[in-house]
């Protein structure tokens, strides 16, 4: 009969606290961290990038609530109520809550600073103790990325963390450099560092968490950390695009041998400097970015010529030369080159091609006008061929 007692008396002790504090709600975040894969080398020696995908997915619940006992004083509740679970407020209070006591009143209420705690003021309602009950909006919009973390953990110890990129599915990336990793005491390929994925605890009072593996992709120098990390990248985001929960249509995120436009955003979400540690993976970095194959387009003669010279260093410190000195050497060389190419061979042929040749290099080099070049090499050509058609009838 004791032991009857002491839990009946431990019962009504402990009831004053059950009622003040609310009903537990279902828990609103559908959170999923999947496993990771660990790189090293990425931008420099010895750093590390976790990437993983997540996925952050409204339930299938369509509202859910929490219930409160409040008691109101000329129509102001005596104390704000602390909320159980929260939404992402994106706009006006009421257009992601509804709070009813007997009636309707959220156009009497607001969320405080905090982000959790709602107070009604003039509500209208007699004074009295009332059942509150807060729903929450649900759907795709309810949700912030930055609602949950995902921790990169040795043992128990958090070493780094980060948000998902968005809400939805996606992608989440831990950098940390050389220092931070000879910082932290961290040893490549432990096992006993994982992932985990957890729901603010500042706004969920049951958070959601999940936890994950990692794979290490170890590597040896950048270039090979590149091929993988390439590699890798496009497999998870393929992953996505066939997670059927994620909504996303095959293709949009990688096609063919190149990650989309759509792929970069989401993989710049995760990691910044991704268009850094791989820019050859993207479609933008392409000659060609068409889904159906990537094709080089052809170029006149002069274009490539100009591209190739233009990639060189010569050339760049050639172009610091001043245009007109430039115009000057340019005519002067034509002169020479052209008065030995005669000297030489007394042919008339090739004293122009050596003539226009000059002109055509100084062109490429020192960036000078087309008027310039082109036309004193067409009237000195068209003096040639008079002066050949002379010779030729002349002579017959």
Same mark, same amino acid.
């Given at each position: ?90 706009? %006006?209070?009421?257009?992601? !809550?509804?709070?009813?006591? $007997? *009636? &309707? =009143?959220? #156009? ?6 905090? @982000? ?28 912030? %990325?930055?609602?949950?973390? !995902?921790?990169?953990?040795? $043992? *128990? &110890? =958090?070493? #780094? ?6 809400? @939805? ?228």
């Amino acid at each position: 009969m004791r032991s009857v007692y002491a839990i009946l008396a431990a019962l009504l002790l402990a009831l004053p606290v059950m009622q003040a504090r609310p009903a537990q709600a279902a828990a609103p975040l559908n959170f999923i961290l999947h496993n990771g894969e660990a790189f090293r080398h990425v931008l420099e020696l010895g750093d590390w990038l976790v990437l993983a995908r997540t996925s952050l997915i409204p339930t299938t619940q369509t509202a859910f609530a929490d219930t409160f006992s409040v008691t109101t004083t000329g129509g102001d509740f005596d104390d704000p109520v602390t909320l159980i679970n929260r939404v992402h407020v994106t706009d %006006a209070f009421s257009t992601d !809550v509804t709070v009813v006591a $007997g *009636a &309707t =009143i959220t #156009a009497a209420c607001q969320l405080l600073q905090d @982000g959790q705690t709602v107070n009604c003021t003039s509500t209208g309602l007699a004074d009295d103790t009332y059942s509150v009950t807060v729903t929450y909006r649900s759907g795709w919009s309810a949700y912030s %990325a930055q609602d949950v973390f !995902v921790r990169l953990l040795d $043992g *128990a &110890t =958090i070493a #780094a963390e980060n948000t998902p990129g968005r809400v @939805g599915c996606g992608l989440v990336g831990i950098y940390l450099t050389a220092a931070d990793v000879t910082a932290l005491g961290l040893t490549w390929a432990d096992g006993g560092i994982t992932l985990s994925g957890v729901a603010s605890p500042a706004l969920w009072a049951v958070p959601s968490s999940d936890t994950g593996t990692i794979t290490w992709q170890s590597t040896s120098t950048i270039a090979e950390t590149a091929t993988t990390l390439t590699t890798r990248l496009k497999t998870m985001l393929i992953q996505i695009e066939q997670d059927g929960a994620c909504g996303i249509t095959s293709g949009t995120l990688n096609q063919a041998d190149f990650i989309t436009n759509e792929g970069l955003i989401m993989s710049l979400e995760a990691f910044g400097s991704f268009r850094v540690a791989i820019p050859e993976a993207f479609a933008s970095s392409r000659i060609n970015p068409f889904p159906t194959a990537i094709t080089t387009p052809t170029a006149s003669l002069v274009t490539a010529v100009e591209t190739q010279v233009a990639a060189t260093t010569v050339y760049q410190d050639v172009q610091a030369i001043h245009p007109i000195f430039g115009l000057l050497l340019t005519l002067i060389g034509s002169v020479v080159l052209g008065g030995v190419a005669w000297s030489m061979t007394k042919s008339s042929y090739l004293a122009v091609m050596a003539w226009y040749a000059t002109l055509m290099t100084g062109w490429l080099l020192f960036a000078i006008p087309f008027a310039i070049v082109f036309l004193p090499a067409a009237g000195l050509a068209a003096l040639g061929f008079m002066w050949l058609s002379k010779r030729i009838f002349s002579t017959a």
